[in-house]
């Protein structure tokens, strides 16, 4: 547990890696103390790892800095920031970032992950995991319109 106090958020912070789809490739759970840039470093690993055909990684203004590099040189991904212009006012639909903001939204229709339950960090990785399947699942099961 922890004090973010730029996001002044306290308890843990989630980090995930989606794709396109809006479908979880790999997530970490963090004390709200440890930066965003030092727990990408290890989620970017970990995530080039698992898949290799990955190359390109969007990324809000928190992931900046050095890590652009890092990745470059490191895992051969290409980590473009999605920034917020200065000339816009109150809430903004940013492109690719609201495929991450949409799959937070998912989660807290987890009962479970609404609040900071769990005691373990491994825990709560496996909720996030639990509660992703669980959306796939019902994505899976839903009629299509196109089908007989």
């Not at 958020?9 to 479908?23: F, I, P, Q, S």
């Not at 590099?69 to 980590?79: G, M, P, S």
């Not at 816009?88 to 609040?115: C, D, N, T, Y």
Request: proline share 1%; aromatic share 6%.
């Amino acid at each position: 547990m922890g004090f973010d106090g730029v996001k002044l958020v306290n308890g843990r912070k989630r980090h995930v890696v989606v794709d396109t789809l809006g479908l979880l490739l790999g997530v970490m759970v963090t004390a709200a103390d440890v930066g965003d840039r030092a727990a990408a470093h290890i989620l970017l690993e970990q995530v080039a790892a698992a898949h290799h055909r990955l190359a390109l990684v969007w990324a809000d203004g928190g992931y900046t800095g050095s890590l652009v590099e890092h990745c470059l040189a490191a895992f051969a991904l290409v980590l473009a920031i999605v920034k917020r212009s200065d000339n816009m006012k109150g809430f903004v639909v940013l492109p690719k970032r609201w495929i991450v903001e949409r799959l937070f939204a998912h989660l807290m229709r987890s009962r479970r992950l609404a609040r900071d339950f769990e005691r373990r960090i491994a825990s709560a990785e496996a909720m996030i995991y639990w509660s992703m399947a669980a959306l796939m699942t019902r994505r899976l099961a839903r009629p299509h319109r196109g089908r007989g």
